[in-house]
C-alpha cells in the first residue's frame, strides 16, 4: 500500500521550500519531492548566484575610480575563473543548507522526478527506483524553464543556467534580449572583461519598466561598454562553440565566442502527466485562483508555474499563504498590489508601483504628477566619471497619493524596498516631503524633490 501524506510538494525552489516547512509548522506530514537540488532556481542557477557574479563584476568599476580616493593600484587583474569556482562552492553551501532546514522542519524529502498516475496519487522516480505515494494535497511549485526561440542553431547557445556551469568565460559573448537576464548578465560579462555586444529587438530595454529609468540604465549599460543594437533579433546561429555566428533581422552577421538567448522563460510542467489529474493548463501555465487552487479542488500551484509575478518573494509568500490558509486555520491571500522589484544591472534599477506610463494611461495624463531628481552621487564627485542617479515620484493629482517611486542608482534596491513600504500605507508626496531628509545619502533626494 503506498504511504498517503497530508501534503505532498513537488519542486523544492522557492515557494515549495517555503510552503512545505510552512505546513509541517502547522503539523501536516509533507514530502517534498525533487529531481534535481534544492533551492530551485533562485538558490541554484539564479537571483543568490547572479547577485555574487553582479558584486565581483562591480569590482572593475570601484577599482577604475580607486585612484581619485588616493589608492594606488599595482598590476589588478580580474580571474572570473576564481570567481566562478566560488559562487559554486556558495551554492552548494547554500543547497546543503536547505536540506537541513528540512530536517530540522520535520519534512521528508523524496529525491525524484514526480508524475501523477490519477488525481491523489503519484509515481516518483529515480535512479534508485520508483515510489508510489498518495496525497490529501498537493501542491505543484515546479517553477520555470529559460526558452529558446525556435531559429536553427538555438541548441548552440547558452542559456542563463549554463552561465552557472562554466569553469572561465570566453572572450566574447552576444546576448539575445532587453530583458532582466540579458542586461543584468550583459553588465556582469562586461565588468568580468568579456566583450558583449546585446540585440534587442524593440527600441529599448527592459519593457514594462518606466521608460525614463530604462532609458538611464541602457546610458549607464553604454558607458559601461555594453555595444547594445536595437531592432535586431538573430535569425539563425552557426558554427560550434567557441566561434559562433549569428545573423540578424536587421542584416547584421556577428561572431562570438558564444551565444546566450535571455528570451524568457516558461512553466516547467514536462513529466508532471496533469492529464492523470485533470489538473487544467493555459498554454504552459496553470491557472489558480486567489487561494492557489487549480480546477482540481486539493491540488493547488505556487511560483513561476502559475506566471503571475515571476518573483521569488512573491513565490514564498504565496507558497506560506497556501499554507497558513489550508494547515494552519488562517485563511490569508497573497497581496500582489504593490510588489517591488530591482533589475541587477550597473547602474541598478528598482521600482515599486505606477510607471509614469501606466499612470498616464490609466487616469489620464493631466491627472498625474511627476517629480524627479537626476544627479551625480557623492560617492562618484571625486572620480567625475559614472552614471548618474534618477529618483523619481508619480503622484495622483488630485490626491496628492505616490502611485510608483522609482529608481537607478547606486543602493536603488535597498531604498525602493523601504519606499514600498510608505506606498503600501498610502504615503502622500506631501509625507515624502515633511519626512526630515538623512544627509548625506542617496535617498534623501526622495524627502527633498521640488
Ligand atoms: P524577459 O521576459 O524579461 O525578457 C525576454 C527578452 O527576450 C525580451 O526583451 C523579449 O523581447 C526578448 N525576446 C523574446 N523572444 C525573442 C526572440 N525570439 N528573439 C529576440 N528576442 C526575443 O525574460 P528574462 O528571460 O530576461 O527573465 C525571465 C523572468 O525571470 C523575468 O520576467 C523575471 O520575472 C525573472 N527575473 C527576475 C530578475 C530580478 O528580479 N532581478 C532577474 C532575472 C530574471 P520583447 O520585450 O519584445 O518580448
Known amino acids: 500500500m503506498a504511504e498517503r501524506w497530508d501534503l505532498v510538494v513537488i519542486g523544492a525552489g522557492s515557494g515549495g521550500l517555503a510552503a512545505a516547512k510552512r505546513a509541517a509548522a502547522h503539523g501536516a506530514r509533507v514530502a517534498l519531492i525533487e529531481g534535481d537540488r534544492v533551492g530551485g532556481t533562485c538558490v541554484i542557477r ?21 585612484t581619485s580616493f588616493g589608492w594606488e593600484l599595482g598590476d589588478v587583474r580580474c580571474k572570473p575563473a576564481t570567481l566562478l569556482a566560488n559562487v559554486r562552492a556558495e551554492v552548494d553551501r547554500l543547497d546543503g543548507l536547505h536540506v537541513g532546514l528540512l530536517v530540522k522542519a520535520g519534512v521528508e524529502l523524496m529525491r525524484g522526478w514526480a508524475r501523477f ?33 525556435a531559429i536553427p542553431g538555438a541548441e548552440l547557445a547558452w542559456v542563463s543556467d549554463d552561465l552557472f556551469l562554466q569553469d572561465d568565460l570566453p572572450a566574447s559573448v552576444l546576448i539575445v534580449g532587453g530583458g532582466y537576464i540579458a542586461c543584468e548578465v550583459a553588465c556582469i560579462l562586461v565588468g568580468l572583461g568579456v566583450a558583449v555586444t546585446q540585440l534587442v529587438r524593440r527600441d529599448h530595454l527592459l519593457a514594462g519598466f518606466d521608460r525614463e529609468l530604462s532609458d538611464a540604465v541602457q546610458a549607464g549599460m553604454g558607458e559601461l561598454g555594453v555595444s547594445i543594437r536595437f531592432g535586431a533579433a538573430p535569425v539563425r546561429i552557426d558554427g560550434s562553440p567557441g566561434i559562433l555566428s549569428v545573423d540578424d533581422t536587421a542584416a547584421g552577421v556577428h561572431q562570438a565566442a558564444a551565444v546566450l538567448l535571455a528570451t524568457g522563460r516558461e512553466p516547467f510542467t514536462a513529466g508532471l502527466n496533469l492529464e492523470a489529474a485533470g489538473v487544467r493548463q493555459e498554454g504552459a501555465r496553470l491557472p489558480v485562483d486567489a487561494d492557489q487552487r487549480t480546477n482540481i479542488p486539493h491540488i493547488y500551484a505556487v511560483g513561476d508555474v502559475i506566471d503571475r509575478i ?16 489550508v494547515f494552519g486555520g488562517k485563511p490569508r491571500r497573497t497581496d500582489l498590489s504593490l510588489v517591488a522589484s530591482a533589475v541587477f544591472t550597473q547602474p541598478e534599477l528598482a ?3 505606477l510607471s509614469e506610463e501606466e499612470a498616464k494611461r ?22 567625475q566619471r559614472g552614471p548618474r542617479c534618477l529618483l523619481k515620484l508619480v503622484v495622483e493629482d ?9 529608481m537607478v542608482g547606486e543602493h536603488s534596491a535597498e531604498i525602493i524596498q523601504m519606499a514600498a513600504i510608505a506606498l503600501g500605507m498610502g504615503a502622500t508626496k506631501a509625507d515624502f516631503d515633511r519626512t526630515m531628509a538623512l544627509h548625506p545619502s542617496v535617498a534623501e533626494e526622495f524627502v527633498t524633490m521640488a
Open 46 to 66: 539564479g537571483c543568490v548566484p547572479k547577485k555574487l557574479l553582479v558584486y565581483g563584476s562591480a569590482y572593475r568599476e570601484t577599482l577604475a575610480n580607486a
Open 117 to 149: 498516475e490519477s488525481p491523489h496519487e503519484l509515481l516518483v522516480t529515480s535512479a534508485e527506483g520508483e515510489q508510489r505515494i498518495d496525497a490529501n494535497r498537493v501542491l505543484i511549485a515546479v517553477g520555470g524553464r529559460p526558452v529558446r526561440p
Open 310 to 325: 515571476n518573483l521569488t518573494p512573491v513565490a514564498v509568500d504565496e507558497g506560506r499563504a497556501f499554507a497558513d490558509s
Open 351 to 353: 521600482s515599486v508601483g
Open 362 to 383: 490609466t487616469l489620464g495624463a493631466e491627472a498625474v504628477r511627476v517629480h524627479r531628481a537626476r544627479f551625480r552621487s557623492l560617492a562618484l564627485a571625486l572620480p
Open 398 to 406: 488630485a490626491t496628492d497619493r505616490v502611485l510608483g517611486a522609482h
